[in-house]
């Protein structure tokens, strides 16, 4: 029998939903939200890293994930050039975001 896994996540998050998945403070999440924003206008993210309508503000988790990752290097003019682009796929497949076939095998009678 073949059937196909699917792992989902919620693609995003409110600034306190993040502190407390990354046991991280309120305050930490709105800094890098404000880094984000700044990485936004460099295009590293797209306007669909943050989305925000009036008191709302979602953040996309793989991006917030990258950025912490990459932060130091992205803060760093000169050591930005080497962080690696942004591949949310990457990403999807190390959190387990994905989908895959599953083979189940037959079991055989063994004496």
Known sequence: MVYTESIRGYPYMKKEQLAKEFQIST????????????EIKTGRYNDYAIIRDGNIVLINVL?????????????????????????????????????????????????
Do not use: C
Request: glycine share 6%; proline share 3%; charged share 30%.
């Open 27 to 38: 305050g930490t999440v709105r800094t890098r939200l404000f880094e984000i924003e700044d």
């Open 63 to 111: 991006v917030f994930i990258d950025y912490l990752t990459y932060r130091r290097q992205l803060l760093d003019r000169n050591a930005r050039k080497y962080a690696p682009a942004f591949h949310p796929e990457k990403l999807v497949q190390m959190i387990g975001w994905s989908n895959r076939a599953v083979v189940e095998g037959e079991t055989g009678n063994e004496a």
